[in-house]
């Protein structure tokens, strides 16, 4: 009875020293600084490294006043990385940090004077990750497609995808227009500067055509169009709408909007504003001309009706609907990222060059992707730049444009 005593007390002795010894040896993980932070601003580039001791570095970017400040900030092991949820503070992973998250930073040691600057971080906290994605912005901002049709044919009139046909074709689209469903897609792509998103969408149709007998040759097949929103970030996840651009064919037409005391500031620059863009709660409406489908931005057939008495009204929706007729007013559509026709650009089996479909029926290969699109009058401003730099193009077409950055986060590249 001693024995077994004693080695119980033994037994104690030692686990209680265990459990002293683990405490002193294994502090608790350190307090979260509270102090203001050395730079706060958007993650723009993140590159894993993963080496010993150090996790990676991320490009962090404050655009504030026009002013361009530039970090790249190494993330050590020691470095405490948090995200901020109210007023707690989780801790989280190398891996937890996404661009666009705007973030705070602490430095330890010095800071090398370069551009960007250079510097490791003692903390990282999370603040905001509210930027919607790329595609969520494109719904919100998804135009209502107030689309004219001709009685001669109003099909030809409705909006559609460049293989409704189920192929990548584009020199049978005219003759199997009959002979499929035409589903409603709009093509969308969105170019980011630090301080403008702008959302470009692009309808298409199988035909351009003409009810006019003594006209043939202005018909060809394959048929794109579009528009370009100007959204400035801030007053909101979705930003503020500044400016809308449209095509016709081979011109572009600005409209604002004069009730909005930002997107009524933009005044003429190289180019006029051409209009009032008028809104369905956030959504812009477009109008679509039958036939040659030029589209325009202040037409107002909502209030005076189709020029023919009757149309297709398209509104997102995100199902992809046919019309039941020419003039049905209610039909959904959905969001198709042009992504895909992109990566085809080289496919000579599509393009007859570069932004121009092949087409054989009537005028051949007439009908451009928005890389090859071109106001033909516009002085300093080329075929592309609606597509591939926007902010050249705006700043250019236009003044009164407020903070306005030329310094892109995704831009698409030729």
């Not at 409704?164 to 002979?179: A, E, H, I, R, V």
């Not at 959204?231 to 011109?251: M, N, P």
């Not at 020029?307 to 019309?323: I, K, L, M, N, W």
């Not at 250019?396 to 903070?403: E, Q, S």
Request: net charge negative; charged share 25%; hydrophobic share 35%.
């Amino acid at each position: 009875m001693l024995k077994f005593r004693f080695y119980l007390s033994v037994s104690i002795v030692i686990v209680l020293s265990l459990v002293t010894s683990m405490t002193v040896g294994c502090p608790a993980p350190p307090e979260a600084l509270e102090t203001e932070p050395d730079f706060t601003g958007f993650i723009t580039e993140i590159h894993p490294i993963g080496e010993k001791g150090t996790l990676g570095q991320i490009l962090v970017e404050s655009h504030a006043d026009k002013l361009v400040d530039k970090y790249m900030v190494t993330i050590k092991d020691e470095t405490q990385i948090f995200k901020q949820n109210g007023q707690e503070r989780r801790r989280v992973a190398f891996e937890a940090l996404e661009t666009k998250h705007q973030v705070q930073v602490w430095f330890s040691g010095p800071i090398m004077e370069s551009f960007p600057m250079q510097g490791t971080a003692q903390q990282v906290v999370i603040i905001e990750s509210a930027e919607p994605t790329h595609r969520q912005l494109a719904e919100y901002w998804a135009p209502v497609w107030w689309q004219d049709t001709d009685d001669d044919n109003f099909r030809a009139d409705y909006i559609t995808n460049i293989d409704f046909d189920g192929d990548w074709n584009p020199l049978n689209n005219w003759n199997n227009l009959p002979q499929f469903e035409l589903k409603a897609y709009i093509y969308y792509w969105v170019v980011e500067t630090t301080t403008h998103w702008f959302i470009g969408y692009a309808d298409f149709h199988p035909r351009d055509w003409s009810n006019d007998i003594t006209a043939p040759w202005d018909q060809h097949e394959n048929d794109m169009e579009g528009c370009l929103l100007a959204i400035q970030k801030g007053g909101g996840s979705y930003g503020q709408f500044v400016l809308l651009i449209t095509r016709a064919h081979e011109d572009f037409y600005s409209y604002k909007n004069y009730d909005s005391p930002l997107s009524n500031m933009v005044r003429k620059g190289h180019e006029d504003i051409d209009g009032d863009v008028e809104f369905e709660g956030h959504n812009p409406c477009i109008y679509v001309k039958a036939e040659g489908h030029a589209v325009y931005g202040d037409l107002r057939w909502e209030e005076d009706g189709f020029p023919s008495g009757d149309g297709v009204v398209y509104r997102y929706t995100g199902q992809a609907e046919e019309p039941q007729n020419g003039n049905d007013r209610n039909v959904g559509y959905d969001l198709v990222y042009i992504g895909e026709l992109w990566e085809k650009r080289y496919d000579s089996d599509i393009f007859y060059e570069l932004g121009t479909f092949r087409g054989d029926d009537y005028s051949n290969n007439k009908a451009h992707a928005p890389w090859q699109w071109d106001d033909k009058d516009d002085g300093e401003v080329y075929a592309d730049q609606f597509f591939v730099d926007p902010a050249h193009l705006v700043d250019y077409y236009h003044d009164g444009l407020g903070n306005f950055s030329h310094d892109y986060i995704i831009q698409f590249q030729n």
